[in-house]
């Protein structure tokens, strides 16, 4: 799993300007994957902890619903 914390790369960002910032990787990595390795690859999704205020882009790790 890759696991990357966005306000701990872009220190400068606000939490809105983090969550914009996770959503744009997101996409883009996930247009890569599929691009190199088809649409059964793991996709990148992101993760808001709320209590922390805390935002993550996670590669690796299947969606808990």
Do not use: T
């Amino acid at each position: 799993m890759n696991l990357l914390e966005i306000i701990g790369v872009f220190e400068k960002l606000n939490l809105e300007q983090a969550i914009l910032m996770a959503n744009l990787l997101e996409q883009s990595w996930n247009r890569k994957l599929e691009h190199e390795f088809g649409n059964d690859c793991e996709k990148a999704r992101v993760i808001y902890d709320q209590e922390a205020d805390e935002v993550f882009v996670v590669i690796g790790q299947p969606a808990v619903e």
